[in-house]
């Protein structure tokens, strides 16, 4: 059975596989000069062996994926060859040929496929994955704005285009927006700083001289995949997840009590004593304070 979304269901009476979901159109073919190898140490432990991220473990070996996020190939075209599977985010990666020879690996925007065209630069149109400063100037072509025309490609970021793999610092790389079916939004500019709606829904300036990538991040139905079975997450590095009310004292506050009880407390609670389900964990006074204009939901 196949929908809308190019994912595979199975239908089979063997509960090891029903109704697991798999991609029918990306497969992973990583390239020999753009990955290498990551030795996954500890896996939730520090360096004395002690568990300081729990649910985690096992897993399978990965291959690291060397992502373009700087997008530093100005005025380039590249090629999209392949879509392909990254175990190392939950976002499908793009390799790029591009014009001089270079081969490089980007996040894939949705909607993107094989043979489109993409290029980064100060002055490149707007169009779903291409790169360029939040800062471009403003041309009109003909009748209308962004009007396609061979005088000139010069083009501007405008009010609510959608964005992801955004930059902080110019020249760092993008670092927000990055994961699968995230996507920002461009409110507003005032000198020389923009506003963006982030996908958390946090309110925040970044100068406009930071590199954006036009359009959403792809695999947007990730949330919706079915993994069918324990063994598939097993795979993922992801251990089971036990309920604190289902333990004992000694484990966790909420442990303990005759047959099903409750938690026996006014407020659910962390392992380790604190208030869990709504406690905000940012630090305070930190320098990034003043860039948000509103925190997140």
Not at 126 to 133: D, E, F, R, T, V
Not at 204 to 213: D, F, G, I
Not at 261 to 287: E, F, M, N, V
Request: charged share 25%; hydrophobic share 30%; with cysteine.
């Amino acid at each position: 059975m196949l929908n809308n979304t190019a994912k595979h269901l199975y239908k089979t009476p063997i509960p090891s596989t029903r109704k697991g979901t798999v991609d029918r159109q990306v497969k992973s073919n990583p390239r020999n000069k753009l990955i290498h190898g990551r030795h996954r140490c500890g896996k939730g432990r520090n360096a004395r062996g002690i568990i300081t991220a729990r649910h985690r473990g096992g897993g399978h070996k990965r291959l690291y994926r060397k992502i373009d996020f700087r997008r530093n190939q100005k005025d380039i075209s590249g090629r999209i060859v392949t879509i392909e599977y990254d175990p190392n985010r939950n976002a499908y990666i793009c390799l790029i040929h591009y014009g001089d020879g270079e081969k490089r690996y980007i996040l894939h925007p949705r909607g993107a496929i094989i043979g489109d065209t993409i290029v980064s630069g100060t002055k490149v149109p707007i169009s779903m994955g291409n790169a360029l400063p939040l800062s471009a100037k403003l041309v009109q072509f003909g009748k209308g704005f962004f009007e396609k025309k061979e005088e000139s490609t010069s083009t501007d970021m405008p009010l609510g285009t959608a964005i992801h793999n955004i930059e902080i610092t110019r020249g760092r790389g993008g670092q927000l927006a990055r994961a699968a079916g995230a996507v920002a939004k461009l409110i507003a500019k005032e000198g020389k700083s923009a506003t963006l709606r982030l996908p958390s829904g946090e309110v925040r300036l970044v100068s406009q001289n930071c590199l954006a990538t036009v359009g959403q991040v792809g695999n947007v139905g990730v949330n919706q995949k079915s993994l069918g079975r324990a063994g598939s997450k097993c795979w993922l590095g992801k251990r089971p997840v036990v309920r604190g009310v289902v333990m004992n004292p000694v484990d966790h506050p909420h442990g303990g009590g005759e047959g099903k009880a409750p938690i026996g407390r006014k407020k659910p609670t962390t392992p380790w004593g604190y208030p869990a389900l709504g406690r905000r964990t940012r630090k305070r006074k930190k320098y990034s304070d003043s860039f948000i204009l509103r925190r997140r939901k």
